[in-house]
């Protein structure tokens, strides 16, 4: 049997079998005994020896401000410094005890605020020595050190350790804190009392009567077909096919007999990137004066871009929004053949870079708009915005008797934007159903933000001016390639165009001024509009049992609201978000009825 090998003594031994201790050390010249020792009291091997050098090292490797050890307080070898009789040369006992104040001052004794910065700015400074050493300021090999200014500009550079950075990103993240926090707060709305329900007698004037008169909806259906035909590709930003849907529009301005918008071009380019860089997007305009020149001004916006071509197949944008450009073409050709004398000018917009990735953001082409406007903005009395005029009502919307509703979005703002949707003669096909603008632009986790969902996000967050959004809402064929001509119900369009031309027109003439408030909503209008969209999904056999129990839940908690409310308790901001949650999940649930949508919210 091998005798078991005694590891402990074989590490004590070196290879040739002399004892550690006796192995030679390797001592530096300048090694000084202890005070009251010899050099031959402390033999190469001894552990004092070895001991006080590793004391030693340590010690000289990270210099304090009060024991600089072999180093000045800057760092700088001092000349003549003596080395002999240091307290902690050696690891003897420890000394007696002391009171505070006379303790040592060494590394590891206690230190004020201003020591401890001291000492941090000394070894920040060597840490730089020690890379500009080997840098472009280590000299031409004379071994000089680089310059103090060298220094202190690359010790604040790797860090810094100037208080302010350490403050500056304190403050930083405390901001960055508080803005997330904010934003799960639920917004604050203003939440008004509806207005009457019942409809009084119209109130239109002759010239909006005239002009609804000679509207010409035949023109509706052509216009959608060439714009989102396949040879324009989906009218994308900064393509061909978007040139092209531009040249025709301006050619249908120009021969409505309108005048250009933009002094004497129907076009205005956009320079988000500033003054010097290439356009972004090209935004087409026209307008109808009013008899007096500095009148006060309307518009109506219509964006005519789209998502182009996408993974081979190509999103013709039939409903998403030719639908609503070749409406506002129309209202056009009845504004050039009846040249009404108005209180007001009509503006006529098509704004360009609506689409992802510009949507809500300063790069659309209203939002340059709104900044730059052809007119002062404070005479803005109000905008209509259009946005998917078209879509034929699925079988659910036509079931729950919605399959007519044009939703008008925006009359919570003030009673007289009410008013006005309220004073119109009611047209064949059309049932305005109000909802306020909070309904549409929640998001489930994210409560304190709100994301506009068309053209009038940049109006909102610069010009701050009246404006309504009107749409028949989304369909499934929405942002998908089966979004073409053929899909679209140009009878409801018609319609809508009618609609559309007497609001304008009696928005351009009426004599009451038109008054705007952000943050508001009306709780009952929407409670009351969100029950009968749960009809549309009852009616749904497309709908899985699995959404349509949970939006029966849904449904329970918006009937316990507005009971609630109706008996006359106010609506709060974490229970009208409650309702938001609830509208944004029918929307999905109607939008896609298989219910991959809806899973997301």
């Known amino acids: 049997m091998a005798p078991q090998h005694d590891g402990r003594a074989a590490r004590r031994r070196r290879p040739d079998g002399a004892p550690l201790r006796e192995r030679a050390s390797s001592r530096r010249p300048d090694d000084l005994p202890l005070e009251g020792q010899s050099r031959e009291q402390l033999p190469p091997g001894s552990p004092g020896a070895e001991d006080r050098d590793v004391h030693r090292d340590r010690r000289d490797q990270h210099p304090g401000p009060r024991n600089p050890g072999e180093h000045g307080p800057r760092g700088r070898p001092q000349q003549g ?27 590891y004794a206690p230190r004020g605020r201003g020591e401890l910065l001291h000492a941090a700015r000394v070894r920040r400074r060597a840490a730089a020595r020690h890379r500009l050493a080997r840098g472009a300021h280590a000299g031409a090999g004379d071994g000089q050190d680089p310059p103090d200014r060298v220094i202190r500009s690359e010790a604040l550079a790797a860090g810094g350790g100037c208080p302010g950075v350490t403050a500056l990103a304190a403050v930083g ?65 900064g393509t061909e096919g978007n040139a092209r849907a531009r040249v025709h529009i301006v050619a249908r301005l120009r021969a409505a007999g309108l005048a250009p918008l933009f002094g004497d071009r129907f076009e205005q380019q956009t320079f988000p990137d500033g003054p010097d860089s290439t356009p972004y997007a090209v935004n087409v305009g026209a307008i109808h004066r009013a008899p007096e020149r500095d009148a006060a001004w309307i518009v109506l916006v219509a964006h005519y871009d789209h998502l182009g071509v996408i993974h081979g197949e190509v999103h013709a944008g039939a409903d998403d929004n030719a639908s609503s450009v070749a409406l506002l073409l129309a209202l056009g050709d009845a504004l050039g053949r009846t040249r009404p004398a108005l ?136 942002h998908t390639s089966a979004d073409t001509p053929d899909t679209l119900d140009y009878d409801r369009l018609g319609a809508a165009a009618r609609w559309v031309t007497q609001l304008a027109m009696h928005a351009a003439d009426v004599e009451a001024n038109l008054g705007w ?85």
């Open 81 to 107: 410094a003596s080395r002999a009789g240091r307290q902690g040369d050696h690891p003897g006992p420890p000394p007696a005890p002391r009171r505070h104040q006379d303790r040592p001052a060494g590394r």
């Open 173 to 237: 993240g405390l901001l960055l804190t508080a803005s997330v926090s904010h934003a799960l707060e639920p917004l604050r709305y203003e939440f008004v009392d509806p207005p009457a329900s019942a409809a009084g007698p119209a109130r239109v004037s002759e010239n909006a009567t005239s002009v609804v008169g000679t509207l010409d909806v035949s023109t509706l259906e052509g216009d959608v077909r060439y714009l989102a035909s396949p040879d324009l590709q989906g009218r994308r930003r």
């Open 343 to 478: 209180r007001r000018h009509v503006v006529l917009l098509f704004a360009d870079a609506e689409e992802p990735p510009d949507i809500r953001t300063e790069r659309m082409g209203s939002s340059w708009f709104w900044r730059n406007p052809p007119l002062p903005a404070h005479r803005l009395d109000l905008a209509l915005v259009l946005d998917l005029m078209g879509g034929r009502a699925s079988p659910e919307l036509r079931t729950a008797g919605l399959g007519e509703a044009l939703f008008v979005l925006g009359t919570e703002a003030d009673p007289s934007l009410a008013a006005l949707v309220r004073d119109l003669t009611p047209t064949a096909r059309v049932e305005p159903v109000r909802l306020s603008l909070p309904m549409i632009e929640v998001m489930p986790y994210r409560p304190g933000t709100r994301f506009a969902r068309s053209d009038y996000h940049g109006l909102r967050e610069h010009a701050r001016r009246p404006f309504l959004f009107l749409t028949t809402g989304r369909t499934e064929t929405y």
């Open 517 to 601: 408030r952000d943050l508001r909503a009306d709780a009952l209008t929407d409670a009351r509009s969100l029950l009968r969209l749960y009809g549309a999904i009852e009616a749904s056999q497309r709908v899985s049992w699995l959404v349509r129990r949970a939006l029966a839940a849904d449904r329970r908690v918006v009937e316990r609201l507005l009971a609630s409310w109706e008996r006359g308790v106010r609506p709060t901001p974490d229970t009208y978000r409650a309702l938001q949650l609830a509208s944004i999940r029918v929307q999905a649930a109607l939008w896609h009825p298989s219910g991959w949508w809806f899973a997301l919210w």
